[in-house]
């Protein structure tokens, strides 16, 4: 008996220590910072890239996910699916026994999380509020969906651009927006998206994205490259201190044959109101 409490030591302080290992946190990047004059290529060059592979309308993928606020610290294994504009579900597991604590849907007005460990189910609306509960990030769920998916949809058209720089092998356009501006920053050696920074009225950063470690995905006849890892940090005056979510997928298919995103509501759990809920309820 005393060598089993032993062995149950071992694998409790390896199971909390898991999400400490390896820790990822948002690398900083160099913007381009030397003015150009706007061409037809880069015009041309920024119209492809703000497409975003349209022709990609879902994804099934596993990815590890690490969670950075001012008051925590989180590392998660994930299976991610995406309909693309409509709907999404994560299957969250922690630990290093890989242990599922939530399962979360996502649609355009609501959001479900099934919160394992306590047996409730969490109901309320899909706000930014509610995502920053769940997830610790308030980017709205537009901008979340295109993120976890890796590509990111810019809907300013070409005549929004109002300026163009270079450096570091890098494209940097200032796109005028509806809430502010987005600096856009693009690879033209491989024709991707590597940066996006959000501005608002005051030329103050809400959300930044990063987008590395590319690969080559074949879909309905299209070949694109997708990242691998996503960077994401958000900054807001009502709430101080930056948010992280880094993410890095292990494996991944898109437009899947066959991609089941139905919640089927869990029986004999609690229900709670997510809007009154505290953050992070699956914890």
Known sequence: MKGKGVLLWILFLLVAGWGCADFRTVGRVELPAEQTAITLEEVALYREVAEASPFISSMDGYA?????????KDRVFSNIRINRGHEARMIVSAGLLGWPVADMFFSRDSLYVHDMLNNRLFLGSNNARNLEKVLGMNSGYLLLSESLLGLVKISEPSSAIRSVKKGAGKLLFTIESSTGSKEVVIDPSNRTLTALLVKDRAGNTTVEMHFGEFETCTVVGHSTLVPKKIEMLLYSSDNPGEHQLVIAYDERVFNPETLSLR?????????????????????
């Not at 919640?263 to 914890?283: E, G, H, I, M, Y």
Request: cysteine-free; hydrophobic content about 35%.
């Open 64 to 72: 590890d996910i690490w969670i950075t606020t001012p008051k925590r």
């Open 263 to 283: 919640f089927s509501r869990p029986k004999k759990t609690k229900v709670v109101n997510l809007d009154d809920a505290p953050l992070l309820p699956w914890k």
